[in-house]
């Protein structure tokens, strides 16, 4: 066989007179190899394996092909082969059922609605055509079908980390982003603390180790730590009202006090005020390196986690921080309704959503279950554990990477944490459905939203004082925010969180004004109640400001069938 093929290799025609004829050698050649594949064992199985092979992806193709087509078998049969994969294809609402007409065929299409954990499933069904001159009309299988997959399910470790925020020097945002033509006006932000000790501790554990003093080689650290430790020596030049001036300006115990702000927690804002520096004071030169103090407007808890976040933020924020020029205000209410807090209404969809919470609690036999085996581990009543919200003091050990909490009687473990944080995900998802939160959001928002408004529309007609405005608050203030505004599939909000609200003008038409809202970097303008869809119906790239003037004067009100926010307050539900 060798020398058969080294002879057809080498082998070179002999030049012929007249008219060369290749057709003998070549027909040889061929007759040559077609003997030499059938002598080979090992090609001619190769070539059986390849049949093979391609008859088992035909016969593939054409059961899923059946799957697809075929109206009695359900396209989510792929569920189980899909949850070996880590992907939830189960869908979730009610059932909606419509026709459709593809061709001579009419389809019955079964659907249901999307969710947050995906689009939902869909099922075609034949509907039997009437005759048509005594025949039957033939069923037709062709038709072009949009194949969905749900995503995976929220997992908790990951919304966990999400939470804790930890400090990224690489976390950017879109803030600032406007057409070429477009000038910026004013900036007001609310931000919620940066990350604390835990507010309440678990009974008969050890409370986690944790030092609240500022180090600025300790990780994480910012490279503007070090001085705004430095610059405290001068804060005596600040104004600060009322009970403020009696808060630390810094985070300055070894073992950390409740609810203190820890070193992660400055950080976070340093980075927040870092990054809105470049934006908005090198970019788009909002403040002068000489600006004055009445061109901000500071607003603050009578705590020291928020007072602190606050001054971190400033402090990177600023062109020239100087505290001669610092003047916070003092906030008493944590949803910042100042002297609109009467309302009765609020406090009766408040207790409405406590309700809905206990309801949905009881209901959920493996959370109980998890508090009975940590409170048996602590040695202490069930009750009483529970309203120890142990979730907090958990998170504090999950974000700092410290060893749950041990006893005698063993430890409290991560699958304990995922139970816990699992239920509060799935009591986020809850509150969305039900929308009774988002009654309470919206009277509990409408007092900060009104007086952004007023502060925005005296930029819009000339005014220069108060382009910037800074609210620190906390998860209570942010959480109703988001909701009043629409902004439904908003995570929790997390440790540094920043909601920001930013006004343009148009520069060929002064008098037209346009709002931004962002969240944590990502523009939501178009998830808003006001702006939702607007990209989609109008040339205006951004969302008219007058849309966000009349939801809050106006449009927030509907839903209690009022037209202002004391009716609103006052009206009771029948």
Known sequence: ??????????????????????????????????????????????????????????????????????????????????????????????????????????????????????????????????????????????????????????????????????????????????????????????????????????????????????????????RLLENFIKHRNNAAKAQLDGPLNNIALLPSHAVCEMGELTQTGVVQHLLNGDHLHDTYIKKHKLLPDNWAVKQIYVESTGKSRTLQSGLALLYSLLPKFDWGKIHIRHQWSTIFCSNNCDCPMRNHYLEEEQRRQYNLRVKNSLLEQTYIDMAEIVGIPTRQLRAANPIDSLLCHFCHNVSFPCTEHGCINLKHFKVIKAHQLEDEQDRQRKRLYHKYALLASHPILNQTVTRMQRITQGRKDEVFALYSAHDVTVAPLLSALGITHASFPRFGTRIIFEIWQNGKDKKKNFVRILYNGDDVTSQTSFCYGHKMHSKQLLCPFENFVNFVRKDMFAVFNSTNYYDACHRRVL
């Not at 025949?135 to 194949?147: C, M």
């Not at 033509?181 to 507010?199: E, N, Q, T």
């Open 1 to 222: 066989m060798r020398a058969t093929l080294s002879a057809l290799l080498t082998h070179t025609p002999q030049p012929h007179k007249g008219r060369v004829s290749w057709r003998p050698s070549h027909n040889g050649s061929v007759k040559m190899c077609v003997t030499m594949f059938f002598r080979s064992r090992f090609l001619f199985l190769l070539a059986v394996a390849a049949l093979l092979a391609v008859l088992s992806l035909s016969l593939q193709f054409s059961m899923m092909r059946q799957k697809i087509l075929d109206p009695s078998i359900s396209l989510w049969q792929g569920e189980k082969a899909s949850a070996r994969r880590g992907v939830s294809m189960k869908p979730a609402g009610d059932r909606r059922a419509r026709e459709r007409r593809v061709g001579n065929q009419r389809w019955r299409v079964q659907e249901r609605p999307k969710s947050r954990n995906g689009p939902g499933a869909v099922h075609l069904i034949p509907v039997t055509q009437p005759k048509e001159e005594g025949v039957v009309a033939k069923t037709r299988k062709r038709i072009l079908v949009d194949l969905y997959t749900a995503p995976p399910r929220l997992d908790p470790i990951y919304e966990a980390y999400v939470y804790c925020n930890m400090p990224n020097k690489t976390d950017h945002g879109l803030e600032g982003h406007a057409p070429p033509d477009y000038k910026l006006l004013s900036v007001h932000v609310m931000i919620r603390h940066g990350d604390r000790y835990p507010l309440y501790a678990i009974p008969k554990t050890k409370p986690p180790a944790i030092d609240c003093t500022l180090i600025p080689g300790r990780e994480p650290s910012h």
